[in-house]
């Protein structure tokens, strides 16, 4: 194992510790909030292997994990399986609808797959309310409004340790966001990673080199759904209501947002793009409560933000790492 290896295990380790004992010193609320960062981090790692690493631009990351959030709720609520379990379903669902919707999208690229995957962000809330009967249409449904459901809001019990529901979210969360950096890593390291960085560079030298660009894209559109799809199907859980407006067209740029702050290509700042995702509005909004005051508030911190540090967190730990090695 490698001296680089070692280090990242060793933050990695660090990291886990710290988001351990979060909750033992924030109230309920705020660790509900921190688990929507999680969440996020979700959602982002898959999209910057998507964007960051293959070079495709999605603004349609909402939609899959809108399949992902009502994956679960039909699971939940017509089937009465346990919220949890529903969480490999809607990865597997999500992940097959981004290996169908990638196989046409590869011969696409730039502003015209942005401008498709667009397009299915645009078109996700008609879909759910056309099928009323499955989705619950415009009014929604809520995923423990029923008796059986409603137990899983009671403190769960784990090693001995009793959790009330929003530490219970958190716990849930970071450690599928952890899972997910890990398997994240570990595929990103290996061969597949260096498919997707080549193709992210030059497409004539990756199929020069005999790398498929189209089962390397779809392979990478599958990927990021898989993620989306956990990231809804959590955000369903944590919001434990879905409808149209849970998965908003909003959501997929500012699920794009957050991976430029956090830095394309790199997965050290996606916590850094997670909590401006989920905190930078709330901050907006206090700052001033004028009409239309905090989006404003909202883009000039994000256009500084890009001015001052453009490559992103990744960017930022990227120049401590050298200062610490001078």
């Known amino acids: 194992m490698s001296r680089a290896t070692l280090k990242t295990l060793a933050v990695f380790a660090a990291l886990s510790g710290v988001v351990f004992v979060i909750p033992a010193f924030v109230n309920d609320f705020r660790a509900q909030q921190f688990a929507y960062v999680g969440v996020y981090v979700v959602a982002l790692t898959g999209l910057n292997i998507l964007t960051g690493y293959t070079g495709q631009i999605s603004l349609g990351h909402g939609a899959f994990m809108a399949i992902g959030g009502y994956t679960t709720s039909i699971l939940m609520i017509d089937h009465g399986v346990k919220d949890i379990a529903t969480i490999p379903f809607a990865i597997v669902v999500a992940g097959v609808a981004g290996v169908l919707f990638g196989l046409p999208a590869a011969r696409l690229s730039g502003l015209y797959l942005a401008l498709a995957t667009f397009g299915v962000a645009l078109a996700t809330p008609a879909v759910i309310k056309k099928f009323e009967g499955f989705t619950g249409g415009g009014t929604g449904v809520n995923l423990f409004?029923?008796?059986?459901?409603?137990?899983?809001?009671?403190?769960?019990?784990?090693?001995?340790?009793?959790?009330?529901?929003?530490?219970?979210?958190?716990?849930?969360?970071?450690?599928?966001?952890?899972?997910?950096?890990?398997?994240?890593?570990?595929?990103?390291?290996?061969?597949?990673?260096?498919?997707?960085?080549?193709?992210?560079?030059?497409?004539?030298?990756?199929?020069?080199?005999?790398?498929?660009?189209?089962?390397?894209?779809?392979?990478?559109?599958?990927?990021?759904?898989?993620?989306?799809?956990?990231?809804?199907?959590?955000?369903?859980?944590?919001?434990?209501?879905?409808?149209?407006?849970?998965?908003?067209?909003?959501?997929?740029?500012?699920?794009?947002?957050?991976?430029?702050?956090?830095?394309?290509?790199?997965?050290?700042?996606?916590?850094?793009?997670?909590?401006?995702?989920?905190?930078?509005?709330?901050?907006?909004?206090?700052?001033?409560?004028?009409?239309?005051?905090?989006?404003?508030?909202?883009?000039?911190?994000?256009?500084?933000?890009?001015?001052?540090?453009?490559?992103?967190a990744s960017g930022v730990i990227a120049r401590l790492q050298q200062l610490v090695r001078r």
Do not use: H
């Open 145 to 312: 409004g029923t008796p059986e459901l409603t137990a899983s809001l009671t403190p769960v019990e784990i090693i001995g340790f009793g959790l009330d529901f929003n530490n219970w979210l958190y716990y849930l969360c970071w450690t599928l966001a952890l899972v997910g950096y890990v398997v994240a890593w570990l595929i990103l390291r290996g061969r597949t990673g260096r498919a997707f960085r080549a193709v992210r560079d030059s497409e004539t030298a990756a199929v020069s080199s005999g790398i498929s660009l189209t089962r390397t894209k779809v392979l990478a559109f599958g990927i990021s759904a898989a993620y989306a799809g956990a990231a809804g199907s959590l955000f369903a859980i944590t919001t434990t209501f879905v409808n149209p407006d849970t998965y908003p067209v909003t959501l997929s740029i500012f699920l794009l947002v957050g991976i430029v702050v956090a830095g394309l290509g790199s997965l050290k700042g996606l916590i850094a793009g997670a909590i401006f995702i989920q905190f930078m509005p709330l901050w907006a909004q206090n700052v001033s409560k004028s009409p239309g005051a905090p989006a404003v508030v909202y883009g000039v911190a994000l256009i500084l933000l890009i001015l001052v540090l453009p490559g992103g």
